[in-house]
């Protein structure tokens, strides 16, 4: 990522889409994705029950959430070595010399 200094955390999800490979971005959004679902369905059964509450929904939901950023953000870490592993090195661009 470029060294710039973070203001805010409005856009956190926009970097993560423009600046990562796209393994990675694949892995994270199909993981945030993954536990969004996953907090429903979960929250889903926890309002079936005798006793629930609206805090342990939430707090059900973000947990899922997060761990599906995690799991996804390892995954696609590990799919980006991979292919970086079977592509090679990447050539480096060759510099003009430049005469006076």
């Known amino acids: 990522m470029p060294d710039r200094r973070v203001q805010n955390t409005d856009n956190f999800l926009g970097d993560l889409w423009r600046e990562t ?13 993954l536990g969004f679902i996953a907090g429903f369905v979960i929250d889903g059964n926890l309002l079936m029950g005798p006793a629930f509450s609206i805090a342990m929904l ?12 995690f799991v996804g953000l390892f995954l ?20 003009k010399r430049r005469r006076p």
């Not at 696609?76 to 661009?93: L, S, T």
């Open 58 to 69: 939430l707090v059900v939901m973000i947990g899922c959430l997060a761990g599906g950023f």
């Open 76 to 95: 696609g870490v590990i799919a980006d070595f991979i292919v970086g592993a079977i592509r090679g090195p990447e050539a480096k661009p060759v510099k």
């Open 21 to 33: 490979s796209w393994p990675v971005r694949l892995g994270v959004f199909t993981g945030i994705a």
